[in-house]
């Protein structure tokens, strides 16, 4: 086996298959040897792209192994805690859509609240006394009628009646006990992330009226805690041309590639292919089609290079979130070591 | 997350019964912490084997069996622990350098 340098550590992308993954197993500089200077060395972080909201998020992570970026990856849709709706008091549904639809439905609207500002949920929910440390609390009341300024040849729904849709924006934030005076700003800090939600539609005589209780919770526990849309990595890609690609050919190799992946440079009447920017190859491998290239190109991925990509559903800003993932991660250690004191 | 219940726990021997190897039960554990702290004690030269699994999907528990080559397997535990730690900690700080820098380039720029 050769010698893992950095330059090599590529995992080749042949016609069929991936010949040298065994080589990757526990990959770290080479020697087999873990330690943490050797890690320190050998790990870096850029960051790629930030969407100006800071909810999308475009990051590499590189020299560090697979099974701890995928901690991560796994944390980041699992394990970071987010605020969702949890218990609905259903008072009156006069709608179409039923109760348990309906509460489902309230379950799955991304809120904006800080998962900070609450504590876990401590023990058992209990009916009549509803925890202020650990709860936030919300109302829907939307009744639907006819609207009485309506034109007489008006046809359309949002014509003739008031409130026939019932938005995310109709959930309104109650403070329980004390929150107002610890959250001043409450109403504008807590609710719905999206405004334009459509929850259910009524018409005349129909009526929601339920109270909302909000909690601190886990992907693990309900897809509806998840603090992302996505959260994935890739290994960052790397094409070699190891024969010269010219004339007809070369456009040819470009249309086998991602756009901007493969530059066609014109020198002396001669088309010649480049590589331009490998990051954004999608690996389909079309190239091996043509036999007359598929010996000119060397397709691998960088095994230490994971290329993350977090998207947040927007309660949290992406960066933030993956910082409380790795917290995570640490908790898990602190709490595990604290353990070991005690059974060794 | 209420009570602090235990969550690490040790299986009973395999026969050899000295220290240089061990079970470990994590409760409430599963790949994510398992296949890391594997990642990271399967490459200390003094550990003869180690490897995770999860016995059953519907059980939230994860097994780490540790044998060493001399000392004690839960000493390599603690030590994995630790490096895991101080590897998020790494982690954690140079996330937070790249950010700052990132955002502070992205200042200039559109100033």
């Given at each position: 086996m050769e010698k893992n340098s950095k330059k090599d550590r590529k995992i080749l992308m042949r016609e069929h298959g991936i010949p040298n993954t065994f080589e990757f197993a526990n990959l770290l500089d080479g020697s087999s040897v873990w330690s943490f200077e050797k890690f320190k060395k050998g790990f870096s972080v850029k960051i790629v792209r930030e969407t100006p909201d800071k909810f999308e998020l475009e990051f590499d992570l590189i020299g560090c192994n697979a099974?701890?970026?995928?901690?991560?990856?796994?944390?980041?849709l699992s394990e970071v805690p987010t605020i969702a709706i949890e218990k609905v008091y259903m008072f009156n549904n006069t709608s179409i859509i039923q109760d348990e639809v309906l509460s489902h439905r309230l379950g799955l609207i991304?809120?904006?609240?800080?998962?900070?500002?609450?504590?876990?949920?401590?023990?058992?929910?209990?009916?009549?006394?509803?925890?202020?440390?650990?709860?936030?609390?919300?109302?829907?009341?939307?009744?639907c009628k006819k609207n009485p300024q309506a034109p007489k040849d008006a046809r359309r729904p949002s014509d003739i009646y008031l409130h026939h849709n019932v938005y995310s924006s109709d959930i309104k934030w109650v403070p329980l006990g004390?929150?107002?005076?610890?959250?001043?700003?409450?109403?504008?800090?807590?609710?719905?992330?999206?405004?334009?939600?459509?929850?259910?539609?009524?018409?005349?005589?129909?009526?929601?009226?339920?109270?909302?209780?909000?909690?601190?919770?886990?992907?693990?526990?309900?897809?509806?805690?998840?603090?992302?849309?996505?959260?994935?990595?890739?290994?960052?890609?790397?094409?070699?041309?190891?024969?010269?690609?010219?004339?007809?050919?070369?456009?040819?190799?470009?249309?086998?590639?991602?756009?901007?992946?493969?530059?066609?440079?014109?020198?002396?009447?001669?088309?010649?292919?480049?590589?331009?920017?490998?990051?954004?190859?999608?690996?389909s491998r079309n190239f091996f089609r043509h036999d007359d290239l598929k010996d000119c190109i060397k397709l691998s991925r960088i095994a230490d290079h994971f290329i993350f990509t977090v998207e947040s559903v927007g309660a949290l800003p992406s960066s933030t979130i993956f910082i409380e993932a790795v917290e995570v991660l640490k908790e898990k250690c602190k709490t595990f070591l604290s353990e070991l004191e005690e059974i060794a | 997350m209420a009570t602090p219940k235990k969550r690490l726990s040790q299986l009973a021997g395999d026969g050899s019964n000295d220290e240089k190897s061990a079970t470990f039960v994590f409760q409430d554990e599963g790949h994510t912490l398992g296949n890391a702290l594997r990642s990271i004690m399967v490459q200390y030269p003094e550990v003869e084997f180690c490897a995770y699994s999860v016995p059953h999907p519907s059980e939230s528990q994860m097994h780490m069996r540790i044998q060493v080559k001399s000392g004690r397997a839960v000493d390599i535990l603690r030590k994995g622990l630790e490096d895991l730690y101080r590897t998020c900690e790494h982690v954690s700080k140079t996330f937070d350098d790249a950010m700052g820098a990132f955002r502070g380039k992205v200042k200039m720029e559109t100033n």
């Open positions: 099974a701890l970026a995928n901690a991560f990856r796994r944390i980041l991304p809120l904006k609240a800080h998962p900070k500002v609450l504590e876990w949920p401590a023990g058992e929910w209990k009916q009549d006394e509803v925890d202020q440390q650990s709860t936030l609390s919300f109302e829907l009341k939307v009744t004390e929150q107002h005076l610890l959250h001043p700003d409450g109403a504008k800090k807590f609710g719905p992330i999206h405004d334009d939600i459509l929850i259910a539609k009524m018409r005349p005589g129909h009526e929601i009226h339920a109270q909302l209780y909000a909690v601190k919770g886990i992907g693990k526990d309900h897809a509806k805690f998840s603090p992302v849309a996505t959260a994935a990595y890739r290994l960052l890609p790397d094409i070699e041309i190891v024969k010269e690609v010219t004339g007809e050919a070369a456009e040819r190799l470009q249309s086998c590639f991602s756009p901007g992946v493969i530059d066609v440079k014109v020198s002396q009447g001669i088309k010649k292919a480049v590589v331009k920017d490998a990051r954004y190859e999608s690996c | -």
